[in-house]
């Protein structure tokens, strides 16, 4: 039997990403075996699958850093037959092959069952993107979130939007950071009820504190734009940073650490302990409106992948990806 997938091959010319018909015996060991169905694009995808894949290390390699759908074989009593699952994080489709693959052979202590009320296809509209968000919201949460509006940086991104949305969802006022004015319909949507322009928070950081402006953040962003969002907080205020589109940098001072008493949480959803899996999971299944989840939707096929791995690397894409794979 064989099945397909997007295999990302290398030799001295570069690497190159293409559909491929493979068979079960070329998958990777592990002790359970998935009919995937749903997968997305994400950041780490498109640099998986652009000539430099920076984050692989072997090849052939088929990217892909999440997935949802059924288990069709198991040598692990946890996971049965039929059973609808969905897997985030431990290097799939970096390290280990991923989500781009009508069939994944994963660790069994990878995955988690599909909470209840949920779809695959929903499953993977949340994403790595949207179980990141939630990570981020429950730190803040956390460390207690402070009375004014919550600022979200990359609005419109895969994490930034189902951030927007959660938040909104609990009865936070949300002001939303994009440099797209054209995506001021869709953050608003999503329950923004601010627009903040990203040229506004771009500036270098001239004064280390500013206006005591925001009740907690999540920065999708990164770099200056984190620096400056900083000397913004409320005292004892959280930021809950997830991402580096911005950069790796930080050009701040420890002012806003030391006199106003922020809060900088780093968020990796990478090699989450399984109790925080399950808890993120079934609140994002609670909380977040499944209408606002399908507005955040642009489907996809394997064929796409390789445009759509370049688009998101130029910051082309809006919302969350889901992936078809038909399996």
């Known amino acids: 039997m064989t099945f397909k997938a997007l295999v990302v091959e290398k030799d001295d010319d570069g690497t190159r990403a293409e559909v491929q018909d493979l068979t079960l015996d070329r998958l990777p060991e592990g002790e359970v075996t998935v009919a995937v169905e749903y997968s997305t694009v994400n950041y780490k995808d498109g640099l998986c699958i652009g000539p430099g894949g920076g984050l692989v290390r072997n090849y052939p390699h088929v990217p892909g850093i999440d997935f949802a ?35 994944a052979r994963v660790r069994a202590d990878w ?92 500036e270098t950081v001239k004064k280390p504190l500013e206006g005591e402006t925001w009740g907690g953040c999540v920065d999708a962003v990164g770099g200056a734009m984190l620096a400056r969002v900083l000397g913004q907080m409320e005292y004892g205020a959280s930021v809950a940073a997830v991402g580096l589109a911005g950069g790796a940098g930080l050009p701040a001072t420890v002012i806003p650490f030391l006199l106003r008493g922020v809060n900088l949480l780093g968020i990796d959803s990478v090699m989450q302990p399984y109790d925080n899996r399950i808890r993120a999971w079934s609140r994002i299944a609670d909380l977040l409106p499944m209408d606002k989840l399908d507005a955040m939707v642009v489907p996809a096929t394997l064929a796409d992948l390789p445009k759509l791995g370049a688009d998101i690397l130029k910051g082309q894409v809006r919302g969350r990806v889901v992936v078809d794979l038909g399996g």
């Open 69 to 103: 759908g059924t288990v069709e074989a198991s040598d692990d009593d946890r996971y049965r037959l039929g059973d609808k699952v969905v897997l985030t994080g431990w290097r799939v489709g970096e390290a280990h092959w991923g989500g781009y693959s009508q069939k």
């Open 111 to 202: 995955l988690v069952p599909l909470p209840d009320g949920l779809t695959t296809r929903q499953a993977m509209a949340i994403g790595t993107a949207g179980f990141t968000a939630m990570l981020a919201v429950q730190a803040l949460e956390d460390q207690g979130l402070k009375p004014g509006p919550k600022l979200v940086t990359g609005a419109a991104g895969g994490v930034g939007s189902v951030a927007v949305a959660l938040l909104a969802a609990m009865g936070h006022e949300v002001a939303a950071v994009t440099g797209r004015p054209e995506q001021e319909a869709y953050l608003r949507d999503l329950g923004a009820s601010r627009i903040v322009p990203r040229a506004d928070l771009a």
